[in-house]
């Protein structure tokens, strides 16, 4: 006589959900280890045979690449693979924090004015004001007004990105504040702030994740273009801009001081690019239902 036995459910796993979100949004992945990499290769520097890039050696000076100096030397004999992954600490910390920094002032503005109207028709006027400047020139005025420092730069990239934030916030709350689970809360006396803090806050963190992925993004190449102009940080300090700065009059005999630190450029900011198109796939519900 046969025995039926019935099918054993089958159970989704962590790790076959994250197959599955692996499978879905690469991008993800691939922007997450190209961003990981430059990450490490700049906070373990001084663990991966660099020596100090601020050291001078003018006998060894614009050497190629080679087994003793992995990417060649510059102008004044300093090892330009050191210098590109210090150079790296500078440009990451810079987005990073200009990415956090904007976020958080361009939140806090974008609820205020969403919901609080008299604010609103003052400060989105300023908003627009800033942002009728292209981002770079506003950022080059802020720096000139002060003297070249990293914690300037930061600040005048900050300035130069938070009206983007806060108008992203404040669609999203005009939108939000509209909904019956807001007016339900209003309905029942909960106080302005704590319907921001449970309601509105948690529907914005989506779009602002994708918008910190795309600000840090910009905040390196802006940094970088400021180091390059001049306008950024000292000479002294190296950053990837400064190091393609310092060798763009010697491109044609020695190519490498401006290729390896373009190349690391170029990487991060693919990465974080690739990182911010996958999150946003991932987050935005309209995408996210096509997969």
Known sequence: MAIETAAAPIRVTPPMVRRRLWRRHPTILAGAVILAVMVLAALL???????????????????????????GTDLLGRDVYSRTLYGGRISLFVGFTVATLALAAGLFLGLVTGFIRPVDGILMRIMDGLMAIPAILLAIALVAL???????????????????????????????????????????????????????????????????????????????????????????????????????????????????????????????????DGLRDLLDPRLASRH
């Open 45 to 71: 520097a001084p663990w991966l045979g660099t020596i100090d890039p601020t050291q001078l050696s003018p006998i060894r000076r614009l050497r190629p690449p080679s087994e003793t100096y992995w990417f």
């Open 146 to 276: 002060t003297q070249a420092s990293v914690q300037n730069v930061i600040i005048a990239i900050t300035i130069a990105e938070i009206p983007r934030v806060t108008r992203l916030v404040r669609s999203v709350v005009l939108t939000l504040r509209e909904q019956p689970f807001v007016e339900a809360a209003y309905a029942t006396g909960t106080r302005l702030p704590v319907i921001l803090v449970r309601h509105i806050l948690p529907n914005t963190l989506a779009p602002l994740i994708v918008q910190g992925t795309y600000i840090c993004a910009a905040a390196i190449i802006a940094e970088s273009i400021l180091s390059f102009i001049g306008a950024g940080t000292p000479p002294t300090v190296p950053t990837w801009g400064n190091i393609i700065a310092e060798g763009r009059s010697y491109f044609q005999v020695a190519p490498h001081i401006i290729f390896f630190p373009a190349l690391f450029l170029s990487l991060t900011v693919l990465g974080v690019n690739l990182l911010g």
